[in-house]
């Protein structure tokens, strides 16, 4: 009862807020899922995060329909027939966003707004379908109030993603989060020019590496939440995760960590979603009568599980008894060696579980670089992000992450911050991004120092709204919350500026 006070009496919270945070209470007081002593244990020692997915889950934690049904079929269970313009495709897909279910309650993607839209403004004029828009990503904003919300444009230039831009330059909202799916081949200069000058100004777009994607998912991939890539039409059942900190400080040296510890602990925590996968699909009542099951908006051959991990940064510098970060992971070629082992090793152990309800993806679960949450402070950074702080020069930074990146098809990113010069070299920025995802780099977000909202670890926040919690004020965003712990705990806002070496 403590815990329902703390939240009903809490003044920074909104009604929705309170109602969705005594809902997660809720689920997380019954004890359901059948789990050995050492996961208990592993849990305890914070060794092991369930990322507060609850005891009794009952829907995915990441749900990615297909759209495109809507789109040229309707729903029935919504009652919707398929559009025929512009406004009822809207208008149909805030519908259907009100009924997608994710771990935070909100739809974690919004489809591919180019892809899903473009059909419609064939004979439309730029005003009417900025209006249209403006109304669209206003509402998304105002009654979809999490920056996990996301949303996808590209490859391929259009009159939607360029009208998406612009108002997302103009209407400076935090929601929803936006990818561009880029490919050098595909995607216009001058397109990628404009999703770069709108990214600097916004904080959104961020990059993803087309290429790398496809050659993993097909072309039937999305972007989702922070940055996770899942199959459209299905999702990610779990995302558990390992703090590797902790873990190196259960071995005694590096042997003992490859060879012992980080196997140990890779097997409790695949058990782990096995029993929440199970749960899942055989218990709860998600993939027997959801209607977005039913009718094939998905698919549960196009699930899988994401196995999580932090904090690879000190893990590495723990086993090599590295004190000062500065010298260590990142800056430290053996530093990052061991790195490289450790994701060598830790990527073969999960291809080795066979895991349930994962067929279509050879029954295997998928690494992921989880971004952290506000609780950890400075003891694990973000997947296998450099410690804010420490970070070298952006060109050697980059050759540091694609080092990295491939191992973690489910998502991994960097952020960058950089100076207002910027925004008169585009040009030379997307030159930077065309080489690190040539150095196999797969995602790649950047804003600038001076912008309101501002990108925390992978979600989007505005500085004004993390103010008002300073003041004890409410804030719309279900997110700021968080995003004030990463500020004040881990220095998520405190990167590196990265100076335009172009105007020098």
Not at 70 to 99: R, V
Not at 205 to 217: G, L
Not at 241 to 260: G, P, T, V
Request: glycine letters at 6%; one cysteine or more; proline letters at 3%.
């Amino acid at each position: 009862m403590n815990d329902v006070y703390k939240i009903i009496s809490d003044t920074t919270m909104t009604y929705k807020q309170q109602l969705l945070s005594l809902a997660r209470l809720a689920e997380g007081s019954e004890i359901n899922l059948d789990l050995s002593d050492e996961y208990y244990n592993a849990k305890n020692d914070s060794v092991i995060c369930d990322l507060n997915e609850g005891n009794a889950p009952y829907r995915p934690r990441y749900i990615i329909p297909d759209y495109s049904v809507l789109m040229n079929k309707g729903c029935d269970f919504l009652q919707l027939d398929a559009p025929t313009d512009l406004w009822e495709a809207c208008n149909s897909l805030l519908i259907m966003y009100s009924h997608v279910p994710s771990i935070t309650s909100f739809p974690v993607y919004l489809g591919g707004f180019d892809d899903l839209l473009e059909p419609f403004v064939t004979d439309l004029s730029d005003a009417e379908i900025e209006k249209c828009l403006r109304l669209f990503l206003l509402n998304i904003d105002r009654t979809l109030t999490d920056s996990f919300v996301h949303a996808n444009i590209g490859p391929k230039d259009s009159r939607v993603g360029r009208i998406v831009l612009k108002l997302s330059e103009q209407m400076q909202l935090a929601i929803p989060n936006i990818t561009l799916k880029y490919d050098e081949e595909l995607t216009s200069d001058e397109f990628a020019n404009l999703a770069i000058t709108c990214m600097l100004k916004t904080a959104k777009p961020s990059f993803a590496n087309h290429k790398m994607f496809v050659s993993e998912w097909s072309e039937n991939y999305s972007i989702a939440s922070c940055y996770n890539g899942l199959k459209i039409g299905g999702g990610g059942y779990t995302l558990p995760r390992l703090r590797m900190y902790e873990l190196s400080q259960k071995a005694i040296d590096i042997n003992d960590f490859m060879n012992n510890v980080l196997p140990k602990y890779t097997k409790i925590m695949c058990e782990f979603m096995d029993a929440r996968v199970k749960f899942i699909v055989e218990e709860s009542a998600f993939f027997k009568s959801n209607f977005l099951v039913t009718e094939k908006f998905l698919d549960i051959n196009n699930f899988t599980g994401m196995f999580g991990m932090v904090g690879l940064n000190e893990c590495v510098n723990n086993l090599l008894n590295i004190k000062d970060h500065s010298l260590g992971y990142g800056n430290n070629e053996k530093a990052d060696e061991i790195g490289v082992e450790i994701m060598e090793k830790l990527s073969q152990l999960v291809a080795d579980h066979k895991a349930p309800y994962c067929s279509g993806f050879n029954d295997q679960y998928r690494l992921h670089a989880q971004v952290g949450i506000d609780s950890d402070g400075r003891e694990d950074s973000p997947g296998a992000r450099i410690r804010v702080g420490n970070e070298p020069e952006i060109f050697e930074h980059i050759v540091h992450s694609g080092k990295f990146h491939k191992y973690f098809p489910t998502g991994i990113g960097d952020i960058f911050k950089f100076e207002e010069t910027w925004l008169n070299t585009p040009n030379a920025l997307l030159d930077i991004i065309k080489g690190a995802f040539k150095m196999n780099m797969r995602y790649f977000s950047g804003y600038l120092d001076s912008n309101d909202v501002v990108r925390v670890t992978g979600y989007l926040v505005k500085k004004s709204e993390l103010y008002k919690l300073d003041s004890n004020k409410q804030s719309l965003n279900n997110v700021s919350i968080f995003g004030k712990g990463a500020r004040d705990t881990g220095c998520a806002l405190d990167r590196k500026v990265e100076k335009n070496v172009s105007t020098n």
